[in-house]
T-cell receptor
Framework: NAGVMQNPRHLVRRRGQEARLRCSPV?????VYWYRQLPEEGLKFMVY????????ESGMPKERFSAEFPKEGPSILRIQQVVRGDSAAYFC????????????????FGEGSWLTVV | ELKVEQNPLFLSMQEGKNYTIYCNYS?????LYWYRQDPGKSLESLFV?????AVKQEGRLMASLDTKARLSTLHITAAVHDLSATYFC???????????FGTGTSLTVIP
């Protein structure tokens, strides 16, 4: 793991509360991706951001979910009014360039934030 | 919709045995990735296969790619307990900014 930092690692929220997950990419990386992993499933793409811009949010639920990657500071994935179905592991990844196909453009994953909604 | 299917989903094997995990995908991508995930941990990149016929080996693991058949295999040779983990394959999306992951193969190596 090349240094994608996520926090908190574990988060418990009651239904209706808000969850904020933070991701600091590898130093020098300006491309951030969020994935969600439901129990017993593979990772599903949610959103791709560059600094201050959402580039592709095709995997984001239309309501309650939002993401940002400000000029300064970590990327934030925000889930409002959480429901039990939001319980999952949320992984952040970063890369130095766009294009999973570019030679040398390794995508690094963080260790994930495990959200439990009770 | 792009689909990535792995089989088996669960694999229990004895130490010393060989086995193969299969990954089928529906896109025309010629790039495929294998990752390992330990419980409660992030994904560790194992192999990046970038062309048809690519074969890569690391220790007891060997991965290959057949883009015409849209099939990748992860072969395990003489399994050891340390290989117990969940293995995911993934392919590029059409825009190059996301991966599509398979559902994973949970491997348990029994002493």
């Amino acid at each position: 793991n090349a240094g994608v930092m996520q926090n908190p690692r574990h988060l418990v929220r009651r239904r209706g509360q808000e969850a904020r997950l933070r991701c600091s990419p590898v130093k020098g990386h300006s491309h951030v991706y969020w994935y969600r992993q439901l129990p017993e499933e593979g990772l599903k793409f949610m959103v791709y951001l560059q600094k201050e811009n959402i580039i592709d949010e095709s995997g984001m639920p239309k309501e309650r979910f939002s993401a940002e990657f400000p000029k300064e500071g970590p990327s934030i994935l925000r889930i409002q009014q959480v429901v039990r179905g939001d319980s999952a592991a949320y992984f952040c990844a970063s890369s130095w360039a766009l294009g999973t196909y570019l030679p040398g453009n390794t995508i690094y994953f963080g260790e994930g934030s495990w959200l439990t909604v009770v | 919709e792009l689909k990535v299917e792995q089989n088996p989903l669960f694999l229990s094997m004895q130490e010393g045995k060989n086995y193969t995990i299969y990954c089928n995908y529906s896109t025309t991508s010629d790039r495929l990735y294998w990752y390992r995930q330990d419980p409660g941990k992030s994904l560790e990149s194992l192999f990046v296969l970038l062309s048809n016929g690519a074969v890569k080996q690391e220790g007891r693991l060997m991965a290959s790619l057949d883009t015409k058949a849209r099939l990748s295999t992860l072969h395990i040779t003489a399994a050891v307990h340390d290989l117990s983990a969940t293995y995911f394959c993934a392919v590029d999306g059409y825009t190059g900014n996301q991966f599509y992951f398979g559902t994973g193969t949970s491997l348990t190596v029994i002493p």
